[in-house]
Nanobody, 127 residues
Framework: QVQLVESGGGLVQAGGSLRLSCTAS????????MGWFRQAPGKEREFVAA????????YYADSVKGRFAISRDGAKNTVYLQMNSLKPEDTAVYSC????????????????????WGQGTQVTVSS
């Protein structure tokens, strides 16, 4: 079992920045892929970004490419999501999730492929 804890959410004006953190504990060696998802009120949860623990696999949703950056610190078992040029439409609860990496198809876009989830952190972007 892997436990995930997010932090770093908050209220920011449009154009501002936030950095989210997701720290893993427990059987962290059993999961080698981490993703960030978000869910806005009244909407389905959507993929934001993901990173593989090896080979530097990184993926972004088109809506955040060029504005968000995902990174990891293996020594701290922590994944970060740097969010720049934030827009009101980025307002959502952001959650990190862990999975076992697959090597074909766009499986990482689907939330049911991840089996460990954090509690989520609220990000609110004001206009």
């Amino acid at each position: 079992q892997v436990q995930l804890v997010e932090s770093g959410g908050g209220l920011v004006q449009a154009g501002g920045s936030l950095r989210l953190s997701c720290t893993a504990s427990g059987r962290t060696f059993s999961r080698n892929f981490m993703g960030w998802f978000r869910q806005a009120p009244g909407k389905e949860r959507e993929f934001v970004a993901a990173i593989g623990w090896s080979r530097g696999w990184i993926y972004y949703a088109d809506s955040v490419k060029g504005r968000f950056a995902i990174s990891r610190d293996g020594a701290k078992n922590t994944v970060y999501l740097q969010m720049n040029s934030l827009k009101p439409e980025d307002t959502a609860v952001y959650s990190c999730a862990a999975a076992i990496q697959k090597y074909s198809g766009n499986w990482f876009l689907r939330d049911h492929e991840y089996d460990s989830w954090g509690q989520g952190t609220q990000v609110t972007v004001s206009s």
